[in-house]
């Protein structure tokens, strides 16, 4: 199938099952192989040098990586969704939002959820989402279909034979915030990324912050406290305890091993209090706040700003 | 052939999102019912490059014996001479080679062209000279939206496309929906005038109100 030396090929699939097929053989035959999704990020790879392939398999025509669903309890975004296709999508608002702050219109249109997901770019926005949500990842390989949870696909990486098909998460129990702080929007990842999702139902909140390690990483300490601090009955809780998820997630941040090498914009100092500012002002966007008690200063140390 | 569960997608419920774009019928990509043999990789014997077909501006174009690694800008400007994109950062941050790709913004620095493959491009130039593209250059020239103008047809696409999808959006909506595209000499000022002006002439701004470009829009990110 694959001509030998340095002549490149282009699969362009049309079902998942011919998608793998092209994948074995072209990983067989010993040539670098890439998975092609939107293009925002292999594309320029590819032209600067910093990534080469000999074979390109192209995903846009798997029409069944483009559908996205729900069941009964979980949602399911299928690899090829674009962050367009997810904006406004009213099942879950949360992802929505998170899709809605990638980027350009030129790269919503064209990114995918699959892309996001293969590329694990440390600040991409959508992977900070998922690792709040718990999101299980779909791949298809020759051994057949796997499910995983998000942080072991991220660990372990996709194998070569590999391909995502979809992303899977619990329909949304609660408020939702994602957050970011960066520069400008659409023409650079961000910094420093938060998203805490509340789910009033099963009575938990999660928080992932993204761009202090190499990938998002969970706050399960403040987790924990906003467990036992909130009144799960009303969904509220006092203004002082969002001050002190925002410094438990300070500490936290800072606890983050390996840590993200510090980039042009922002020293690690930086980007642990801003990972503060954000996981406190998103929990205080998803929860009420009740009134501080008399004497107490209105704003905290790591929460100011309310929405 | 490879077993692929149906656990893959919950697709009875979802339906399909946009399931046409991209496959327009036309090119080499036929609609058989054969599955044999397609998809095939398609090389061209003699350079060992692609060869595929793009519709750009109305045209059908073959490119044979492109690099597969080409991005569709540089296919555009450099083997088929279309030089209504501009090729600046080549990272898809600035939206100097912005394009509708089936009808879609996108830039096309981070398309790659040999999976454009049978899809229809439509550059500034493509876009036409009457309606609202004629508007929207017309708007551009009398606001002083351009200066030294090599964003200018990429802002032109972009904004065609979003009074195209939106045409009633607001400041806010508008800078929003052109930040994808970089202008270094108008401070974007004017550029949204030009828009606010096409707005009114198309009846969709009452004529007494005054576009105020200029007032620090509300950042989208929350930060």
Not at chain 1, 166 to 178: D, I, S
Request: aromatic share 4%; glycine share 14%.
């Amino acid at each position: 199938m694959m001509a030998g030396g340095k002549s490149s090929a282009m699969f362009r699939p049309r079902t998942v099952g011919e998608a793998v097929e092209m994948l074995a053989a072209a990983h067989e035959s010993g040539t670098a192989v890439a998975l092609l999704g939107g293009g925002t990020d292999l594309v320029p790879a590819l032209r600067s040098g910093e990534r080469s392939a000999e074979t390109v398999v192209a995903l846009r025509r798997v029409l069944e990586l483009r559908v996205r669903g729900a069941g009964a309890d979980s949602l399911t975004i299928g690899a090829g969704v674009t962050y367009t296709d997810l904006d406004g999508w009213s099942l879950s608002p949360g992802l929505a939002r998170a899709a809605r702050v990638v980027g350009s219109v030129q790269i919503r249109n064209t990114g995918t959820v699959g892309g996001a997901l293969g590329s694990a770019r440390p600040g991409g926005d959508l992977l900070t989402f998922l690792t709040a949500a718990d999101a299980e990842v779909l791949t298809v390989s020759p051994r057949g279909p796997e499910r995983m949870p998000l942080p072991r696909f991220l660990a372990d990486g996709l194998a070569p034979d590999a391909l995502v098909t979809a992303v899977r998460l619990a329909r949304p129990g609660g408020p939702q915030v994602y957050l970011k702080i960066g520069g400008r929007q659409a023409a650079y990842p961000a910094v420093v990324s938060c998203a805490v999702l509340v789910d009033r139902v099963r009575h938990r909140l999660t928080c992932a912050i993204g761009g202090v390690g190499l990938l998002p990483v969970r706050m399960g300490e403040a987790e924990r406290y906003a467990r036992d601090e909130v009144d799960w009955s009303t969904g509220t809780v006092s203004s002082s305890a969002a001050r002190r998820f925002g410094d438990l997630v300070v500490e936290a941040a800072a606890r983050v091993s390996p840590a993200l090498p510090a980039g042009p914009r922002g020293s690690a100092e930086y980007r642990w209090h801003a990972a503060g500012v954000l996981a406190g002002r998103a929990f205080a966007r998803c929860l009420h706040l009740t009134a501080p008690p008399v004497g107490e200063p209105a704003r905290g140390s790591a929460a100011g700003g309310q929405p | 052939m490879t077993a692929v569960s149906a656990d893959g997608l919950d697709a009875a419920a979802g339906g399909t999102d946009r399931g046409d774009a991209g496959v327009d019928g036309t090119g080499r990509e036929k609609a058989g019912t054969d599955g044999t043999g397609r998809g095939e990789a398609e090389t061209d014997g003699a350079g060992g490059g692609e060869s595929y077909r793009l519709h750009v501006d109305g045209f059908l174009r073959t490119v044979s014996g492109a690099w597969i690694g080409d991005s569709l800008l540089t296919v555009l400007r450099d083997v088929l001479g279309v030089t209504a994109v501009k090729d600046a950062c080549e990272q898809g941050r600035c939206g100097a080679c912005s394009v509708l790709l089936d009808g879609r913004l996108a830039a096309s620095c981070t398309v790659l062209a040999a999976d454009a493959d049978g899809s229809r491009v439509v550059t500034v130039a493509g876009l036409g000279g009457s309606g609202l593209t004629r508007a929207v250059r017309a708007m551009f020239l009398a606001e002083g939206a351009v200066q030294c103008g090599f964003c200018t047809p990429g802002f032109v696409v972009a904004v065609t496309d979003l009074l195209t999808r939106h045409p009633d959006a607001d400041e806010e909506e508008i800078r929003e929906a052109l930040a994808g595209n970089i202008c270094r000499c108008t401070g974007y000022g004017r550029i949204v005038a030009a828009v606010r002006a096409v707005q009114a002439e198309r009846g969709i701004l009452p004529p007494g109100d005054t576009p105020t470009p200029g007032d620090a829009p509300s950042r989208p990110d929350g930060g």
